[in-house]
């Protein structure tokens, strides 16, 4: 058994982690032993591992922060759930490594049947997606949203999420190549960011009122999303991938009157009642089950090679998500 530990935080996340033997653990009343089916290296586990995310576990620690198992063996007292079934991990419990204990109570069953690798993902970015849709502005059918990130995993299921609630979408990116598979997606409107995507966003969308902008860059792309908006839109700031501040020119702020918020998921996490994150996680995952969401996949690692997998996952310019299996 192997898991993916990092006993201090650095600069260079792949430096800090490394995988280390561990011997199974006796099961306790209640617990069950979990092999790990498919975990997701997030940009929120790369900044855990150099200390700069927004809530830090205790030292030390096994990276990872969500992913799916099956289970295959009950700990005293527990017959459910069943032997070989998939369940989706709980946050918290250091997810990159071949196995691990949890609570049988802790446990979401999955459908066995599903693409293991596609619920993985289920816990983070489709909810942020999905809750950015619908949290601030209230869209009708037919406006507009811009992004930008476009490709990446919350921007995918954003394209999707978009689509079937009948809203557009114009998907900021940093490579033509990703024009095409994005509009396979269902993207309306794809483009290369640069200093004059105001003008393409307006000619390509002919001038259409964009009331919600969405960031996960920070630095100056803020700044050239901000002047796509609308008078009185919103912009919504949730990743910082480029590692600087937010930009909003003064005309975007004093003029437009543009409103800048943030979106925090473990933030909606405290505030949403049981019934809310139930029923969210419950249309998302029969989305992802079924095939109708889903995020593109750049690779999958081995627990054993999590240096490498937490490198390529540091790095820009993916096509998608690294995945860790066991
Ligand atoms: N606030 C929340 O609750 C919450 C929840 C989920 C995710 N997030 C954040 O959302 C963002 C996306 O997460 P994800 O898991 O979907 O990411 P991902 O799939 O790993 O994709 C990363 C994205 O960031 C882009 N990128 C990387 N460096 C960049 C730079 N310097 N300038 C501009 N773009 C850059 C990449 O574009 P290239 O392909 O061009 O490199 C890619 O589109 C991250 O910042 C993450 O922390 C926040």
Redesign the pocket.
């Known amino acids: 058994m192997l898991k993916a530990e990092y006993q201090v935080r650095g600069p260079v996340p792949h430096d800090v982690i490394e995988a280390v033997e561990f011997s199974q653990p006796e099961l306790q009343e209640g617990e069950v032993l979990l092999e790990l089916l498919a975990a997701p290296i997030?940009?929120?586990d790369v900044?855990t591992l150099t200390g700069d995310y927004g809530m830090l576990p205790p030292l030390p620690a096994i990276g990872g922060n969500e992913g799916v198992a099956k289970v295959v063996q009950h700990g005293p007292s527990v017959d459910s759930p069943a032997l070989e079934q998939t369940v989706l991990l709980p946050v918290g419990i250091g997810t990159w490594a071949t196995h691990m204990v949890a609570n049988a109570n802790a446990l979401t069953p999955l459908p066995n049947e599903a693409d293991p690798v596609q619920l993985s993902m289920i816990t983070?970015?489709p909810p942020?997606a999905s809750l950015m849709l619908t949290e601030f502005v209230d869209l009708k059918e037919g406006d507009w949203v811009i992004q930008?990130?476009?490709?990446?995993?919350?921007?995918n299921y954003l394209i999707q999420l978009a689509k079937m609630k009948g809203l557009k979408t114009v998907n900021v990116?940093?490579?033509e190549s990703?024009i095409d598979p994005l509009k396979e997606q269902g993207a309306d409107v794809v483009l290369v960011d640069g200093e004059n995507l105001h003008e393409e966003v307006a000619a390509q969308t002919e001038g259409a009122e964009i009331r919600l902008g969405i960031d996960?860059?920070g630095g100056s792309?803020t700044a050239r999303l901000g002047n796509c908006l609308a008078n009185e839109a919103t912009l919504v700031n949730?990743?910082?991938?480029?590692?600087k501040p937010c930009v909003l020119s003064p005309h975007v702020i004093i003029f437009k009157d543009v409103t800048i918020r943030g979106?925090?998921?473990?933030k909606w996490f405290r505030s949403a009642s049981k019934e809310q994150q139930m029923s969210l996680y419950g249309e998302l995952t029969q989305l992802v089950a079924t095939g109708k969401l889903h995020?593109p996949i750049h690779a999958s690692y081995a627990v054993k090679d999590i240096k490498q997998a937490v490198e390529v996952?540091s790095q820009?310019?993916?096509n998608?998500?690294v995945i860790v299996t066991p």
Do not use: C, H, I
Not at 238 to 243: D, K, Q, V
Not at 263 to 266: I, N, P, Q, S
């Open positions: 997030n940009p929120s900044l983070v970015n942020t930008n990130a476009a490709n990446s995993g919350v921007g990116v940093r490579r990703l996960a860059v792309g949730y990743g910082m991938m480029s590692g979106f925090w998921l473990a995020a996952a820009g310019e993916r998608g998500k």
